[in-house]
């Protein structure tokens, strides 16, 4: 079993929601390993990520959700600030690809 086969079922709450996760289901894939290698390249928040890809940032934060609980990536520890002005979390890859996930 993969470690997202474990994730809860965030997507049971709401038939919108549902019907969301599985219009991008076939391209979700694509987008993590896109994420993925850019933050390799240079980490940044999802919103960076998403300006560097060309992609919307609605998009690129729940893959990065993902890949942080399959343990690809990480929290930097670096905060920056947001198209919308909050902080956000610089992510980094995980070298180790251990599970993290913060309760």
């Known amino acids: 079993m ?3 086969d474990r994730a809860p079922d965030l ?3 709401s038939t919108t929601s ?3 996760a599985e219009a991008i289901a076939d391209i ?3 987008l993590r390993a896109a994420v993925f290698k850019e933050l390799a390249i240079c980490p940044g928040t999802a919103d960076e990520v998403a300006k560097r890809l060309g992609i919307d940032k609605l998009a690129i934060r729940p ?3 993902e890949l942080r609980f399959d ?3 990480r929290p930097s520890g670096i905060h920056r ?3 919308s002005g909050r902080p956000a979390i ?3 890859p995980n070298p180790g690809g251990e599970h993290e996930r913060t309760v």
């Open 11 to 13: 997507f049971s709450y």
């Open 71 to 73: 343990g690809k990536i």
């Open 18 to 20: 549902k019907a969301a």
């Open 2 to 4: 993969k470690k997202r």
């Open 63 to 65: 893959r990065c959700s």
């Open 81 to 83: 600030r947001n198209d």
């Open 28 to 30: 979700s894939a694509t």
């Open 90 to 92: 610089v992510w980094e």
